[in-house]
């Protein structure tokens, strides 16, 4: 799956590895690391009692993820014995299943000599929500129901995915929404706050992205049980050890449901590329049956930051990456839509502009809204995925991944060559795939 990305991402890899190992040259011996003075620029702390040092005073979180479970278990010794480490590290936490990494609050040195002793080593990268305020409307499942328009207005009626489990890793859902009827949306895990979680949606982000997965009158799959993990905050925020942790749930739940039939659904875009972030959404597809669907981003106004490739997950070979369109001239034609992210990591696009969206409202479970962005063309894609899980039974030989199959089938069952403006898969800038997502397919039905 997107093979022809793997060389941007080694690229991008290497020229990670050659800013490590730019310090290898040094000698090991701590005496010769960066004085703090080099490390921190702001000037002695203004209170000295709770900083004894300047290099406590600018103290960064980082991802430190292990190569083997060796070296994991040798890292918090590291941590405690280098002098660079010991006077102001805490560690914040650590996940063991979908990767081995910690989450580390400690100060630049203590970053560079992690990475010189073999540690992949980023700072904690921010993703948030991308929506955009709606204008006009659009029907997302009058389009996606046919190939070609205009629109015609029949009833929506495909397999309702009732045997597939869709985690939504976002703001939370309100749960209580007439869209979610039966009780098919649960409260699942707040890695944000999982001292005192925060069981409902306070920013509305994930519970618009739910509704248009399973939600019973607005969304694609609309039987489809819902397992909600809130990992950003109600200013729509996460920092990527929430998200790490997160997928770590999703890993642990899949290794007591061996067999389930699951789709992930991510929402957040980031402004940066992670390669903790890309192999961490990797594994989790590589180890569990789970399909795993993110969005491309909403920077695709200035194509000097459109291409999905830079940023995570987006970038990864490893899932199913959604860009957004929409509909132009009255209707008559389909094209991307002006802030979605497109280049050759975009598998796929769905509707993403005026979406119809369940919104959580004081006390009310009856809100409805209009809003636009990546956000909500990525569980459109979601909920395709839930179905051909239900109707289908698919079985990953040798290398292949269940994202990969179900990859295959929404491309071969996608309206090709409707995006008017999308740059062709052979452009010299940004070439890309002109998908759009269609359940005509036999597929989609029971």
């Given at each position: ?227 909600s993990i809130r990992v950003a905050g109600s200013d729509g925020l996460a ?152 109707t289908t039974s698919l079985t990953p030989t040798g290398s292949e991944t ?36 269609n359940v005509v397919s036999n597929t989609y039905y029971a």
């Amino acid at each position: 799956m997107k093979t022809n990305v793997w060389i941007l991402i080694a690229v991008l890899a290497l020229a990670w590895a050659n800013m490590v190992v730019s310090y290898s040259s040094e000698s090991d011996d701590d005496d010769n690391e960066l004085t703090d003075e080099d490390l921190c620029d702001e000037g002695a702390p203004m209170d000295v009692e709770t900083h004894n040092s300047l290099k406590c005073s600018c103290t960064t979180s980082y991802i430190v993820t292990s190569p083997d479970q060796h070296s994991y278990n040798r890292l918090f010794k590291k941590i405690d014995k280098l002098k660079a480490c010991r006077d102001c590290s805490t560690i914040k936490r650590a996940f063991t299943d979908v990767l081995l990494i910690v989450s580390i609050e400690t100060t630049e040195k203590c970053a560079i000599k992690l990475a010189k002793k073999g540690y992949l080593v980023e700072e904690n990268s921010v993703q948030e929500v991308g929506a955009a305020l709606p204008t006009l409307p659009v029907k997302l499942l009058d389009r996606i129901d046919q190939v070609d328009l205009p629109r015609d207005g029949a009833s929506y009626d495909r397999n309702d995915a009732t045997d597939v489990t869709i985690f939504i890793l976002d703001t939370g859902v309100l749960f209580t929404h007439d869209e979610f009827t039966n009780g098919r949306v649960s409260f699942y895990n707040d890695t944000v706050t999982p001292n005192s979680p925060i069981m409902v949606d306070v920013n509305g982000h994930g519970t618009r992205c739910a509704s248009v997965a399973a939600g019973a009158n607005i969304g694609v799959a609309q039987g489809a049980t819902v397992e909600s993990i809130r990992v950003a905050g109600s200013d729509g925020l996460a920092a990527a050890d929430d998200v790490l942790a997160g997928l770590d749930d999703i890993q642990r739940w899949w290794n007591s449901n061996p067999g389930s039939k699951c789709v992930v659904s991510y929402s957040l875009i980031s402004t940066s590329f992670s390669t903790t972030l890309n192999y961490a959404f990797g594994n989790l597809s590589a180890n569990t049956d789970c399909v795993v669907v993110v969005a491309a981003g909403n920077q695709g106004a200035d194509i000097s930051m459109a291409d999905a490739c830079n940023y995570s997950p987006s970038g990864s070979p490893d899932v199913i990456t959604v860009g957004g369109s929409r509909n132009r001239m009255n209707g008559a034609s389909d094209d991307r839509i002006g802030i979605s992210n497109y280049g050759p990591c975009v598998d796929i696009y769905a509707p993403a502009r005026n979406i119809d969206l369940a919104a959580p409202s004081g006390s009310s479970n009856s809100n409805y809204l209009r809003s636009s962005g990546t956000s909500f063309a990525t569980p459109a894609v979601a909920g395709a995925a839930a179905m051909i899980l239900s109707t289908t039974s698919l079985t990953p030989t040798g290398s292949e991944t269940m994202t990969d199959l179900v990859l295959d089938i929404l491309i071969a069952t996608s309206a090709k060559d409707k995006l008017t403006s999308l740059p062709a898969s052979n452009a010299a800038v940004l070439p890309s795939n002109n998908r759009l997502l269609n359940v005509v397919s036999n597929t989609y039905y029971a």
